[in-house]
């Protein structure tokens, strides 16, 4: 069996008293497209945040390729890992923000070439011809020395794309990428977005695009309250939801 | 597009309204500030020809030098320092946090002039000898006695500039707090160090918010200078004093001390400006042109339309 890009078994987290995630256990194998949507507070953006160990998680289990996310197994012992061996692995993990984040006082250019050079430690010339090749695939060939303060939302989110692949991940997170977005300006990123599940690399997304988890999607997850209410095929759970949970939430939004 | 039947809307011509407040207290101003200068000159105290005289006499300009060392030393190493314990105060180490902590509660709290006489008479009269060598050791690397080592401008540059620190950690603190959490969080998705993320993506952000005030301090630095007169140290004012204690000339050296003091402060000012400049980048304000840029196209640049 290959093993799963992300494994969860029983993750829970929990801030202070609130619960966020009461038992998460969902896999994904390399190459697949997984949608997870739910309400707001359902805990879809904590558990992505987890993955790259941007919040560590209270209980459970989680793995990312057969690693265990933030910690070192040793028999039966659990260690803390530091924070050079975190970043090693987050390196390997793309992740693409609601609000964008990119540093604004370096050029688009500058914002795809930072960490490969400075991670990585990839030569600057190479890195730059990387970049370029990145920014023209995301159609902002003519914007590369431009400041953030000068792209529309959906330029600054095809930049925040790029930038994540420069590192040449073998996971993708996206996090309600298209939220912050204008309506006319979300189709550019969702393109873009499709495009790199057509070239088959392994997304989780958390999004409020039904229309994108259902085309693109192989693997749809509804999460409501910390938990997993139901996942499955898009197209059937769209179509026919077991759970009255799940019912109730798709006929508001469809 | 539709046409307008009517042509332009006329512009209107307002009679604008007289604030005869503002006129009031604008010739009141002028008339007190006229009557002042009148005033100190007639008195015959500001002898404008002592004034021509020493403003370019060599202790003077001697002692302009010193002012310039010790302040651009102390500012540099308070800068450098305030960098150092705004990262301790924030750090999850609790030692260190409570440590950066007290230094700033220390020489916040207490007046600079008492930092400096206690460097300049206290540390020599405690501690007699200073050594550095290898602890546990008999090896010695350096050692002299501790007056010898604390010089007047040594005990000035130590008390400026760890005083000087104490301000810059709070404006770097308040610098790097201001920066979107976010960012650090983009950065760390990237597989950036914690390192790594302060010294390529928070402090570059941070600067806009720390070189205002910075230019500040260093402009009260320039000033400050001064009370290492009462350490004997040999800078601006301490030079003015050594004249006029001979000659008796004491208001014309003091407005000649002043003026240098006006254009160190000036220039000061102008760096700050272009250096504010340079960190606004990437922050969509516009900024239009600086004046260089206005100087350097009125004198022969290209047109540019």
Same mark, same amino acid.
């Given at each position: 069996m290959v093993t799963p890009m992300v494994r969860a078994e029983k993750v829970y987290k929990r801030f202070g008293r609130v619960e966020a995630l009461r038992g998460i256990d969902l896999t994904v194998a390399p190459g697949e497209v997984t949608v997870i949507i739910g309400p707001? @507070?359902? @805990?879809k953006s904590t558990f992505l945040r987890c993955i790259n160990h941007l919040e560590q998680i209270s209980a459970g289990r989680l793995w990312v390729d057969g690693e265990l996310v933030g910690y070192r197994q040793d028999g039966d012992r659990i260690h803390e890992l530091r924070e050079r061996e975190v970043a090693r692995r987050r390196a390997a993990i793309g992740m693409v923000f609601q609000r964008f984040? #990119?540093?604004?006082?370096? &050029?688009a250019l500058q914002n795809v070439t930072e960490a490969p050079v400075?991670?990585? @430690?990839?030569s600057s010339s190479v890195a730059q011809a990387a970049a370029r090749r990145l920014l023209d695939r995301v159609g902002l060939a003519g914007k590369?020395?431009?400041?953030?303060?000068? #792209?529309s939302g959906g330029q600054q989110q095809r930049v925040a794309i790029a930038r994540a692949l420069a590192m040449e991940p073998k996971l993708m997170l996206f996090d309600?990428? &298209?939220?912050? %977005?204008?309506p006319e300006l979300v189709g550019e990123v969702l393109a873009v977005m499709r495009g790199l599940a057509a070239d088959g690399m392994t997304m989780v997304v958390v999004t409020h695009e039904m229309g994108f988890a259902r085309e693109v999607g192989h693997h749809l997850v509804f999460m409501d309250d910390g938990a997993v209410v139901e996942e499955g095929p898009p197209r059937q759970v769209f179509a026919e939801p077991r759970e009255p949970r799940t019912r109730a939430f798709l006929s508001k939004v469809l | 597009m539709a046409a307008r039947a009517t042509g332009d809307p006329e512009a209107i011509r307002a009679i604008p309204v007289r604030h005869w407040g503002r006129w009031a207290s604008g010739v009141g101003v002028v008339v007190v500030m006229a009557w002042v200068s009148w005033s100190a000159v007639h008195s @015959?105290?500001?002898?404008g020809a002592q004034v021509r005289r020493y403003q370019f006499s060599p202790l003077i300009l001697e002692g302009l030098r010193a002012t310039v060392v010790l302040a651009v030393a102390a500012q540099a190493t308070g800068v450098v320092l305030g960098v150092v314990f705004a990262v301790l105060r924030l750090s999850k180490n609790v030692v260190a946090s409570w440590v950066a902590a007290f230094y700033i509660w220390f020489f916040r709290g207490t007046p600079v002039l008492v930092q400096l006489f206690f460097w300049y008479n206290g540390v020599p009269s405690v501690w007699k000898r200073i050594t550095i060598g290898v602890?546990? &050791?008999? #090896? &010695? %690397?350096y050692s002299a006695r501790t007056v010898d080592f604390m010089t007047p401008f040594m005990a000035a540059f130590l008390g400026l500039a760890l005083n000087e620190g104490a301000y810059m950690a709070e404006i770097v603190r308040a610098g790097i707090l201001s920066v979107d959490e976010g960012q650090v969080e983009a950065a760390q998705a990237l597989g950036m160090t914690p390192l790594l993320t302060m010294r390529r993506i928070v402090l570059p952000q941070a600067m806009r918010v720390i070189v205002p005030p910075t230019g500040n301090e260093f402009i009260s630095m320039l000033k400050t200078t001064s009370l290492a007169e009462a350490i004997t140290y040999g800078e601006l004012l301490r030079r003015a004093s050594d004249i006029y204690s001979s000659n008796l000339e004491v208001v014309p050296l003091l407005v000649v001390a002043s003026i240098w003091y006006l254009v160190l402060t000036t220039v000061a000012g102008t760096g700050q400006y272009f250096l504010e400049r340079r960190f606004?980048? *990437?922050? *969509?304000?516009d900024l239009g042109e600086s004046p260089w840029e206005r100087v350097r196209r009125a004198v022969g640049g290209r047109p540019r339309w």
């Open positions: 707001s @507070g359902s @805990g984040n #990119l540093f604004p006082h370096m &050029t400075r991670v990585k @430690g990839i590369i020395d431009c400041y953030p303060a000068e #792209l309600e990428a &298209t939220s912050a %977005l204008d | @015959g105290i500001i002898d602890p546990f &050791t008999h #090896l &010695t %690397l606004a980048r *990437g922050r *969509g304000r």
